[in-house]
């Protein structure tokens, strides 16, 4: 295929502008392209969850000529992007290498379907509604933060937080849950990214547990405290790489471009262990 076959970065930022519109994006969200050259054909796409060194060397050696992101590269203001900084020296690599970069993020999370349904599939939910539905530009339509669905078979907290386990992408931090390990889960609510916000939504709602990222000691334990639905908290790299897969699959189906996905675990967290006496699970004496 010669390069004026191939889509350009505009077309596919246009495109994913249409699939995601920066309008559905949080007040406070930076959304869209973020640097790039219109013109340049694009001809392979790798799909991150963050924009960091380690990922853009992976789009250099696939040859990708645009990341598409989830994570903002430049959230807050900057007034520099020397190459001493660390975001001002993955700007430099960027343009240097010809390789755009674009982010759908807050806008990605409400969409229809969004972050959450990918996670949502992972743990085979059906049924699936907003958590929290959207309002304003996106209102409507089955969009808003965060899915609720049923299992397909319920199961017990414990078996279930093993069963998160085996279906999310994994991590060293792997999965851990808040609440009765025999309470028995029928109907779950998830959420990509960091959940805190969503806790009342989701004992709102009724749902047997909860699946997010990112809880803090408090709020989760005041949340089970209060009788709210079971919580189990995931690694945040892999609630949202899920939907990778969905939007890689979609660049394909769109545009004559590979869509690669990067398994690349961007997690900070690296390592884990479990105290012995706690595996061994030895009666007191
Ligand atoms: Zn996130």
Redesign the pocket.
């Known amino acids: 295929m010669t390069d004026s076959a191939r889509p350009t970065v505009r077309d596919v930022a246009d495109a994913l502008d249409r699939r995601y519109p920066p309008e559905w994006a949080e007040q406070w969200d930076r959304v869209g392209l973020v640097l790039g050259d219109f013109a340049a054909p694009v001809r392979t796409v790798l799909c991150v969850v963050d924009c960091v060194p380690e990922t853009v060397e992976q789009a250099l050696a696939a040859g990708a000529e645009l990341i598409v992101a989830?994570?903002p590269l430049l959230l807050r203001p900057v007034s520099s992007i020397a190459p001493d900084t660390y975001k001002g020296r993955i700007v430099h690599r960027l343009i240097r290498a010809d390789v755009a970069l674009y982010a759908a993020h807050t806008n990605a999370d409400v969409a229809n379907p969004g972050v959450s349904d990918a996670l949502a599939a992972r743990l085979d939910l059906i049924d699936l509604r907003p958590l929290v539905p959207a309002q304003g530009a996106a209102e409507g339509g089955g969009r808003g933060i965060g899915r609720i669905g049923t299992l397909a078979a319920p199961m017990l907290l414990d078996e279930f937080t093993g069963f998160c386990a085996r279906n999310v992408p994994p991590t060293a931090g792997g999965v851990r849950a808040a609440g009765d390990p025999e309470r028995m889960i029928r109907t779950v609510a998830v959420c990509?990214?960091a959940g805190d916000g969503f806790l009342g939504a989701a004992a709102a709602a009724g749902v047997d547990a909860y699946l997010c990222a990112d809880l803090r000691h408090h709020p989760a334990s005041e949340h089970v405290a209060d009788g709210g639905p079971a919580l189990v908290d995931v690694a945040?790299w892999a609630s949202?790489r899920p939907w990778l897969d969905e939007v890689a699959g979609w660049l394909r189906g769109r545009f004559p471009v590979d869509a690669i996905v990067s398994d690349l675990d961007t997690d900070p967290w690296t390592v884990h262990a479990t105290s012995p006496s706690i595996d061994e699970k030895e009666p007191l004496p």
Do not use: F
Request: net charge negative; no cysteine.
């Open positions: 989830h994570h990509g990214g945040h949202e």
